[in-house]
């Protein structure tokens, strides 16, 4: 093969092939430098002359089944502005041992792979494709895109055990993670507010959220103009949490026959009915048939859901204040402290009639990046975390 054909399939500025070698399963390509400017890989401006140089080698892109492998001259110099630094090559990252085209598909490869899938499939440590991917990401993700935010939706997400939790920021037009941060604090949130700018801030027109009293008094603070809507994902969420806290009271004040009934049904009433099997509806309609204070929280349960088909205002404030009535007049301790709860956030619940958001949609980000999380076995590096969340939703 002719060194132009060669070099027309290279297609690197600066250098051209003058060896190539076969060894075993590998291409080894020696390239030669043309005679030109060298550029500073501190400031990136152009220096006339390397004074001394190492032989470096780069892996390339395969060709056909032979790994490829480039070995080119680096040249140091003595830079004006940095003394001396290393030279930037156009077609490789400083004191990378890969091209950048290389480290490219390594990323693409990680878009829809594992990164130990990755790491096998190209004969790679786990620790270099990693590093390859958060490089990528990290220049991919360092210009933030703040503009047009109207309707954003913020979350927790739990990345470890024992309370560790990131703040999702989401365009729910775009569906589209603009921002993520360690905690949920209010410190949290006003970090994204800080970055986004107060002018950018006043173009939110809603925001959707949980009863979660940090993010709430950020959003006040600096958004005050912004509708805050608490979305039925969340709210029954909180609700399905409540049912547990009874189901349990309700087992330890039961007979011994009651309990056997209620043994094993916290699925059966967290659970929508239409994703029953036959025999766990019969079951759960001889549960409701004989626990009366659990009959109440599971119709109260698909009572609530209503809320959300409300249309107007007036509608739903008028729906939450007799579903709240129900709730109260149960006698229930649980369902009366979770009615008090929901009148006291009422103007969130209400305001989903102005600006009716799609649960749906939040519940699919919010399994989309647990599964994200599952896919890496779980991520020890927050960062590299953060950053795949992001991937996952441009």
């Not at 390339?60 to 290393?86: H, I, N, W």
Request: glycine share 4%.
């Amino acid at each position: 093969m002719s060194s132009n054909i060669i070099a027309h399939w290279l297609n690197l500025p600066q250098v051209y092939p003058e060896k190539i070698d076969i060894v075993g399963g590998s291409t080894i390509i020696y390239l030669a430098r043309e005679r030109g400017e060298f550029v500073c890989s501190g400031c990136r401006e152009t220096v006339n002359q390397g004074y001394d140089f190492r032989r470096q080698y780069l892996r390339d892109l395969s060709c056909f089944e032979y790994s490829t492998y480039l070995f080119v001259d680096k040249f140091r110099v003595d830079c004006p502005s940095c003394g001396v630094r290393v030279e930037e090559l156009s077609f490789a990252r400083v004191f990378s041992h890969y091209t950048k085209r290389f480290e490219d598909y390594v990323a693409k490869l990680c878009e829809i792979l594992p990164v130990s899938q990755v790491a096998e499939l190209l004969n790679l440590d786990w620790k270099t494709v990693k590093e390859i991917d958060k490089r990528y990401l990290t220049e991919k993700f360092s210009h933030p895109d703040y503009s047009s935010l109207k309707i954003l939706a913020i979350d927790e997400v739990s990345y470890r055990s024992g309370h560790k939790y990131l703040t999702v920021v989401l365009d729910l037009e775009r569906t589209k993670v603009v921002w993520v941060g360690e905690g949920r604090s209010k410190e949290t949130l006003d970090k994204f507010f800080g970055e986004i700018g107060e002018d950018k801030a006043k173009e939110i027109k809603a925001i959707a959220t949980d009863m979660w009293d940090p993010y709430l008094a950020s959003i006040s603070e600096h958004a005050p103009w912004a509708k805050v809507v608490f979305d039925k994902f969340h709210v029954i969420a909180e609700y399905s949490k409540m049912i547990d806290r009874v189901r349990n009271e309700e087992y330890r004040a039961a007979s011994e026959a009651g309990k056997k009934v209620i043994k094993g049904s916290k699925y059966l009433l967290l659970k929508n009915e239409q994703n029953l099997k036959q025999n766990q509806k019969e079951r759960l309609k001889e549960l409701l048939s004989v626990n009366e204070v659990l009959n109440t929280v599971y119709i109260l349960k698909d009572e609530l859901k209503m809320l959300w088909q409300c249309r107007s205002e007036e509608e739903a404030a008028s729906f939450l204040e007799a579903w709240v009535g129900k709730a109260r007049a149960s006698g229930n301790e649980e369902l009366s402290k979770f009615a008090k709860k929901l009148m006291r956030y009422s103007y969130g619940l209400i305001n989903h009639a102005v600006y009716p958001i799609n649960s749906a949609k939040l519940e699919g980000v919010n399994n989309k990046i647990k599964v994200i999380k599952r896919r890496s076995y779980g991520f020890h590096d927050l960062t590299y975390f953060m950053l795949k969340i992001k991937q996952g939703f441009t």
